[in-house]
């Protein structure tokens, strides 16, 4: 049998996977065990979870994979300094000291600590290392349903690749173009999250929803659009670009980009974190997701041309821009696009491993296997009953325990249908930065003040950030005319026209709050300001979402809830019992359900 | 290396720094003070654990002024030449119609047996 470890670490968003025999058993990132979101640490809880649950310890391991070349990316460094210096010494004085550490030896650092983890590791034991890219087109390929297909994968940066088109055949991964560093789209949109005032590596996610609240006709809009195709970017016809980089300083600095050169350009100041969103900002973030869109599809019809495949399988932090994925499946340039549901770093830990196995081991892709080998992405910790019933006692509480799920789902639709919130706690954690149903908070989608009461008093976030629907396929088909297989809420999709709800003629030069507070469909609460919904498609019986989703059609007509990840803003998602309940009394959330026992505050 | 150990090896440089100070002042109250001070290290955890943060603490304080120190003089002194003349000699930006370079490399067991 053959057992390999993988793990992706030290630089973002460290985690660790185990495959035996080809099949991705146990998965899980650092952070939800350290509780620092995107923790760049060693994943040594990760990896002490995956040899626990696989009943092995480090010496049964045959490989352990790291997902980069540690090498590669000192010498990118290197070279970069080389070309800006005299600029670039503050970075550097930043960024040496842990090179000279840790990094740079990564073979000892990483043999030291799995030496700490399992004192029966051996450093004779195979200690091997992917590159970046490789690991994520390895995470996008192997686990797809496809026999052979187009890869396409987009980040910041790896060692010096930014982006890289690939074919992937059987067991064989074929890397055919790469983009390099400083020319990096992963970068290009880290630029504008920095200007409009969130967090690097985090508020992506916040810009992508922000952008839908700009008003693509206005003629700021258009300017902005103009001025960074002008003087930020150039976008090449095959979908590849080259940056200005006089405009930007991630390559010398401590920021992403010259705030006195953004000044000037834009004509406005850059955001600070607390200051108000004005429709100048909505406007720049929409013109940005414009472009990233532009440079995507570009790339995929590059990929397209150089593999002849209708299959597309997509991996890299970018991929996980569910709005420029709608509009790549809309454009229906393939037939068929898988994108691994954990596309940032962390799924490289899962890519490296399969890529490494794959070198010495034929790939079968049975004919029954209608959509991947990811097992739902449910591939972490799972809390046991005898867990709940440990913490209740210790704790002195007095859980309601149903003696089958038919029962509990009626009672939790039932509050639901109430307005009642609900922190859901099911079977395995989800591998990857979307909460889809083990560790999730839901609620009633047609109230209109539900999109405010979770963002405000249950996951305490800013007002503007939507929020995801988890829908049967029957109402996928209804009510947004959608075919294709959504089950990691990869995809961005507008409701049909026929369930809108009539605007205002002014309804486009809006204001952001009042555009927030206009009636938009039956469904405010997860149909965004332009009529997008990111949606998580559950097909299957032994889904966790299915049988609730059915009794909600029962109880209520349609099988339509919210599905948000169960945190508060700058946490990483629950993991433990600990965690849940932790969550569940430090915020407005009404009921906890784990398992079949559900907490409530009045009894507690 | 254990705790134990590691709380051992700090009262041992406590007890050697405080027998450089003896070798350079020749003065009594430090022989004194050291004996003193090392007896109550071994009898009492607290005190050694209070000694090991003394030292860790002097550690990092050291390490935050050398260590810019010595990056410094390795940007300035290595770096800065090094990436002078780089700029001089490096062809400039190429503005093809493409910044995709085909990929050269097989993807064999080999490939994973190196970090470059």
């Known amino acids: 049998m053959k057992i390999i470890l993988g793990i992706s670490g030290y630089f973002h968003d460290s985690a660790a996977a185990i495959i035996v025999e080809g099949k991705i ?48 990316k000192f010498e990118r460094l290197l070279e970069t300094y080389y070309n800006n210096v005299p600029k670039g010494i503050f970075s550097f004085l930043k960024a040496m000291p842990q090179w000279a550490e840790k990094k740079l030896m990564l073979r000892r650092e990483v043999r030291s600590q799995l030496k700490k983890i399992d004192p029966t590791y051996k450093k004779q034991q195979k200690l091997l290392f992917a590159s970046h890219h490789l690991s994520h087109a390895g995470s996008a390929f192997y686990p797809s349903p496809y026999q052979e297909s187009a890869i396409l994968t987009i980040d910041a940066v790896g060692e010096w690749a930014t982006a890289s088109i690939g074919k992937g055949n059987g067991q064989h991964i074929e890397l055919l173009k790469e983009m390099s560093f400083p020319n990096s789209v992963g970068l290009l949109y880290s630029s504008f999250t920095y200007f409009l005032g969130f967090s690097v590596n985090e508020g992506e996610y916040k810009l992508m929803g922000l952008s839908p609240y700009g008003i693509e006709d206005a003629a700021e809009t258009q300017r902005f659009i103009q001025i960074i195709k002008k003087e930020l970017v150039e976008i090449l016809t095959d979908g590849s670009i080259r940056l200005h980089r006089k405009y930007f300083t991630f390559e010398y600095g401590l920021r992403m980009v010259s705030d006195k050169k953004w000044t000037q350009l834009f004509g406005m100041s850059k955001r600070k974190p607390e200051e108000e969103i004005t429709q100048s900002h909505c406007n720049l973030a929409f013109a940005i997701q414009h472009i990233t869109e532009e440079i995507i599809l570009k790339m995929a019809q590059t990929a397209k041309a150089l593999t002849q495949s209708d299959n597309l399988c997509l991996a890299g932090g970018v991929a996980l821009n569910c709005v420029a994925n709608g509009k790549l499946h809309e454009s229906g340039l393939f037939k068929n696009i898988w994108i691994q549901p954990a596309a940032g770093d962390a799924g490289g830990s899962i890519g490296a491993a399969l890529a490494y196995y794959y070198v010495h081991h034929q790939r079968i892709i049975g004919e029954e296997q209608q959509f991947d080998t990811m097992s739902q992405a449910f591939l972490g910790p799972e809390i046991s009953t005898s867990e709940v019933e440990v913490f209740s006692e210790k704790n002195s509480l007095k859980p309601r325990r149903f003696s089958n799920p038919e029962d509990r789902n009626q009672y939790v639709i039932k509050n639901v249908i109430k307005g009642k919130v609900i922190g859901w706690v099911q079977g395995r954690m989800e591998f990857g930065p979307r909460a889809l149903g083990a560790r999730s908070i839901i609620a009633s989608p047609s109230y209109p003040d539900m999109q405010k009461k979770l963002n405000l008093s249950i996951k305490f976030r800013e007002d503007f950030r939507p929020f995801a629907p988890v829908l049967l396929r029957q109402e996928a088909l209804k009510y947004y005319g959608c075919s294709y297989a959504s089950r990691y809420m990869q995809f961005v999709s507008k409701i049909l026209p026929e369930h809108r709800l009539n605007l205002t003629l002014d309804y486009a030069n809006d204001s952001l709050l009042d555009k927030l507070s206009t009636p938009r469909s039956k469904f405010q609460a997860i149909t965004h300001v332009d009529f997008s919904s990111r949606l998580q498609v559950v097909e299957e019986e032994s889904h966790p979402f299915y049988g609730l989703l059915q009794e909600m059609r029962q109880q209520s007509g349609d099988g339509i809830l919210v599905n948000t990840s169960f945190n508060t803003s700058g946490e990483p998602i629950i993991c433990n019992m600990k965690d849940a309940y932790q969550c569940f009394i430090k915020t407005n959330l009404d009921i906890l359900v784990v398992g079949n026992y559900t907490f409530t505050k009045d009894h507690q | 290396m254990t705790r134990t150990r590691q709380l051992n090896r700090d009262v041992f440089i406590s007890g050697l720094g405080l027998g450089i100070l003896y070798y350079f002042f020749l003065r009594t109250e430090v022989l004194v003070f050291g004996g003193i001070y090392l007896s109550l290290c071994f009898f009492w955890e607290k005190l050694k654990v209070a000694n090991h943060q ?16 010595l990056f410094g003089a390795i940007f300035v002194f290595a770096l800065l030449p090094i990436g002078l003349l780089f700029q001089i000699f490096n062809k400039k930006e190429s503005q093809e119609d493409s910044t995709f370079k085909d990929v050269d490399q097989t993807i064999d067991a080999s490939f994973f047996e190196v970090p470059w």
């Not at chain 1, 060693?42 to 490989?63: M, Q, R, T, W």
Request: with cysteine.
């Open chain 1, 25 to 72: 058993m146990y998965a899980a990132q650092e952070e939800r065990f350290t509780r620092e979101k995107n923790t760049a640490v060693f994943p040594a809880n990760a990896i002490k979870y995956c040899l626990k649950e696989a009943g092995i310890s480090l010496h049964e391991v045959d490989a352990i994979v790291f997902s980069e070349k540690p090498f590669l």
């Open chain 2, 54 to 69: 003394f030292w860790m603490k002097l550690t990092r304080i050291i390490q935050s002024v050398t260590s810019p120190m």
